[in-house]
């Protein structure tokens, strides 16, 4: 299959520790696909679901300990710890390696080996990488074929001599004990051992697009980030493209997909959707900041996804979609919590077992039928609003960077910030508080800056002066905004509409890029003119959209002192400039 000395020598040292019976290419053929499918079948590994409602559809169960990305577990394996920093679990690489290596030794006896060439992003481009993953998992094979672009193109681009990150995966034997997943930054390297579950598996996405991502951006000098990007077509015909980051369960995916509410459909917006997980950004001749999506498929959360909340996934998971950890129902469709249509009368639940609606476990507790984390993997190719531009070879350019969280009370609807380095700081700072779904103490604010926390690979506080650094680099910078959906009045409902009408405030923030209008100077930064919001076709009034504006000066100044103790855990890798910014955020609070 190959010439490339370096490649085949990584495959023949990876063998030798596995042992696998045999080793298969993944050529990225239809062919080779319809066959894998079968195999899985056969094994049980996945079933076929309904070919007349969900033709090329497929439903997998994980383990029941192995349904999520496990952080303890997850490490970054550099020279020293500060190199990690003190925000990711650091070990050795020789540590890593010989510890890893005890569990990789013989994973796959009785296995086959797949090789997994693919390129992230548009094979060619000069915003791609290429990987190849071994894996022992079919399961895997078949996500990676709809995630990333795979197989004989990506290794003809290769040649022999070509770079690429070495991805080593096995099943093992799924013992949560015996499982780790490890980046070594040096060596272009990730081993993964022990789970099946998608964010721990699938090496292109968190592993290598971001932990290995951030690292290679920053030696080479762009961006690789946790952020959907998204076109939206105003009504003179003009698309104007935006990079959103958020943390997880603040609507990335939805708001990726967004659909024009009705009074603004009638003026002729449109959105054009070209990823909801990760962007690679470039500086390009022009002094802007360019972006790729760098995959070609949608890891999305199954529950709370419906024809309301997201109607654009859900016609894009009508075909060739692997269904993991949903409800099984008797005629082989699958249902969750939240999704569209009662509830079956009976199904199989994720784990397996005979469920009914309304059923309880031991301690009274509701039976879920679809894990919470459960996820469909569709093609991006099958989305209704899928840009045109997948294929560009120089992406997109980025108006405006929008950073989010869910704060009940503290940040209002939008604002911007004073430049791009008031923008690192607003991102350095962004957090959530977390809702009765995690665990934790309800309100808890968790701090996750530019939503990086669990996939930056390398030292956080480096990384925010690294982002201050590419700001210099840029004759024409992307504006920076926040935005918070959540905000609730006192009773705890939400004062804001959310999903298709988030496009009131995405066009006032184009109109703030293009300086068309005003903003209103605050302590934290430009806010809107309550009259500059379109409210059109919405039953929200002008005093709830002042409500949703308003900037509480005592709650801020609680805010700073939380900030200071974030901050405080970088030590000397927090870059001046951060400090500066909640030195003067201090200041403008207390100043009339
Ligand atoms: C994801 C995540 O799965 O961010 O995209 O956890
Ligand atoms: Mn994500």
């Excluded at 509701?366 to 045109?388: D, I, M, Y």
Aim: with cysteine.
């Amino acid at each position: 299959m190959t010439d490339h000395v370096e490649l085949k020598k990584w495959i023949d040292d990876c063998a030798t520790l596995c042992q696998p019976d045999k080793i298969v290419w993944i050529d990225g053929s239809d062919a080779q696909r319809d066959v894998l499918r079968a195999e899985a079948c056969e094994t049980g590994e996945m079933i076929q679901l309904n070919p007349q409602k969900l033709p090329g559809c497929y439903y997998h169960r994980t383990a029941v300990n192995d349904v999520a990305r496990t952080e303890h577990l997850t490490y970054i394996c550099t020279p020293t710890k500060a190199d990690a920093g003190p925000t990711n679990n650091w070990m050795s690489p020789e540590e890593g390696y010989a510890k890893a290596s005890e569990i990789f030794k013989g994973s796959m006896r009785g296995r086959t080996m797949y090789v997994i060439p693919f390129s992230l992003g548009p094979v060619g481009s000069v915003f791609s990488k290429i990987g190849v993953e071994l894996t022992d998992s079919i399961y895997v094979v078949l996500n990676m074929l709809i995630m990333v672009r795979c197989g004989e193109e990506v290794l003809r681009k290769l040649g022999t001599d070509g770079e690429f990150t070495r991805c080593l995966h096995s099943r093992a034997d799924l013992d949560d004990k015996r499982r780790l997943i490890l980046h070594f930054p040096e060596d272009n390297t990730v081993w993964s051992v022990g789970s099946g579950y998608g964010g721990n598996v699938l090496l292109s996405k968190k592993c290598m697009a971001l932990r290995l991502g951030s690292h290679l951006a920053r030696r080479e000098g762009w961006l690789a980030e946790h952020m959907l990007i998204l076109g939206i077509e105003e009504p003179n015909g003009r698309i104007e493209y935006v990079a959103a980051a958020f943390p997880s369960a603040c609507g990335k995916t939805n708001l990726a997909m967004l659909v024009p509410p009705e009074g603004l459909t009638r003026k002729g917006y449109r959105i054009w959707t070209v990823g909801d997980d990760i962007a690679w950004m470039r500086i390009d001749t022009d002094g802007g900041l360019w972006a790729v999506n760098p995959e070609a498929g949608f890891f999305g959360v199954a529950p709370g996804t419906n024809s309301k909340t997201n109607p654009n996934v859900m016609a894009t998971v009508r075909r060739n979609t692997i269904f993991t950890n949903v409800l099984l129902r008797p005629g082989k469709t699958v249902w969750w919590e939240h999704g569209d249509g009662e509830p079956p009368p009976q199904g199989t639940d994720w784990r397996g077992n005979p469920w009914t609606p309304g059923m309880l476990d031991k301690d009274g507790k509701p039976v879920l039928g679809a894990h919470p984390n459960a996820r469909f993997t569709a093609p991006l190719e099958q989305c209704p609003s899928r840009t045109f531009r997948m294929d560009h070879h120089h992406g997109v350019p980025i108006s405006a960077i929008i950073f989010g969280g869910r704060r009940a009370r503290l940040a209002p609807l939008v604002y911007q910030a004073y430049s791009w380095q008031h923008g690192v700081f607003v991102g350095a700072t962004m957090a959530s508080e977390r809702t009765a779904a995690q665990y934790g103490k309800i309100g808890e604010v968790r701090r996750d800056p530019m939503a990086m926390l669990p996939f930056c690979g390398y030292n956080m506080g480096d990384y925010f002066r690294y982002w201050c650094q590419m700001g210099q680099r840029m004759n024409n910078p992307p504006k920076i905004f926040h935005v918070n959906w959540f905000r609730t009045d006192d009773d705890g409902e939400f004062l804001w509409p959310g999903y298709g009408d988030n496009l009131r405030v995405l066009e006032w923030i184009l109109a703030r890029c293009r300086n068309e209008l005003e903003g209103v100077a605050s302590p934290i930064g430009y806010l809107p003119r309550p009259e500059d919001v379109d409210l059109t076709g919405l039953d929200l009034s002008l005093d709830v959209l002042r409500e949703l504006l308003r900037v509480d000066r005592q709650a801020w100044l609680a805010e700073v002192e939380d900030i200071a103790k974030f901050f405080a855990q970088f030590g000397d890798h927090l870059p001046h400039a951060l400090s500066d910014e909640l030195a003067s955020l201090q200041r403008r609070l207390t100043t009339a």
